[in-house]
């Protein structure tokens, strides 16, 4: 199953607000929603930002949040801070009688 | 507090059969699927595959034919093999804990330490 495709690439401005989408199909992020989003910083494991689309685990900060909107989920960062410069990766189960699951393409998130 | 430790050995040579392992420690088994997912250098993150609590197992597609995840409850620990080893499958391998209901429900939400592996002759 192909991944999902997200920009590879997206920038904001200290207090700015940006979105990152995650485009998938009807077999997948269409088809649940099981979608959930992640940080990773370099040399670490992902964490944790947001499950069932717009769900936030406890400690995880609201500037975080998620939505969908048919094939596509988005994940949303206002108040844009340096230590939010990352990778996220989307991730979603898959409609196939394999019970995969997909990930993003990822994305690289540049404070300005 | 639940970790995940992960370890075995990351430096293969082609042909061989990696084995790696993450051990559970301070929750339970049951109610959740335990996944593990690779990274290659410098890209993005793979689904490898993943088993259920009562031992249902999963795999990618593309490596079902090499790949092999169990579980053993007496030691709380998920392993991972995959033979026939080749470059192509050098990175990061993770393993994470899904739960199946609940905070968190569908989601990776949390992971082990990350074990590099290199194949290489």
């Known amino acids: 199953h192909s991944a999902l495709t997200q920009p590879a690439s997206v920038s904001g401005s200290p207090g700015q607000s940006i979105t990152i989408s995650c485009n998938g199909n009807?077999?997948?992020?269409?088809?649940?929603?099981?979608v959930s989003w992640y940080q990773q910083f370099p040399g670490k494991a992902p964490n944790l930002l947001i499950y069932?689309?717009?769900k936030r685990p406890s400690g995880i900060s609201n500037r975080f949040s998620g939505s969908k909107s048919g094939n596509t989920a988005s994940l949303t960062l206002a108040g844009l801070q340096a230590e939010d410069e990352a990778d996220y990766f989307c991730?979603?189960?898959?409609?196939?009688?394999?019970?995969?699951?997909?990930f993003g393409t990822g994305t690289k998130v540049f404070v300005l | 507090q639940v970790l995940l430790r992960q370890w075995g050995a990351g430096l293969l040579k082609p042909s061989e059969t990696l084995s790696l392992f993450c051990d559970v420690s301070?929750?339970?088994?049951?109610?959740?699927?335990w996944t593990w997912i690779r990274q290659p250098p410098g890209k993005g993150l793979e689904w490898v595959g993943d088993?259920?609590?009562?031992?249902?197992?999963n795999y990618t597609p593309s490596l079902k034919s090499r790949i092999t995840i169990l579980l053993d409850t007496s030691k709380k620990q998920v392993s991972l093999k995959l033979n026939s080893m080749t470059a192509a499958d050098t990175g990061v391998y993770f393993c994470?804990?899904?739960?199946?209901?609940?905070?968190?429900?569908?989601?990776?939400?949390?992971w082990g330490q990350g074990t590099l592996v290199i194949v290489s002759s």
């Open positions: 994470a804990r899904v739960p199946s209901y609940g905070s968190g429900k569908g989601a990776l939400d949390i």
């Open positions: 301070g929750g339970s088994f049951s109610g959740f699927y």
């Open positions: 088993i259920s609590h009562s031992g249902y197992t």
């Open positions: 009807s077999s997948d992020v269409g088809n649940f929603n099981l």
């Open positions: 069932e689309v717009n």
């Open positions: 991730y979603s189960y898959v409609n196939s009688r394999t019970f995969e699951k997909v």
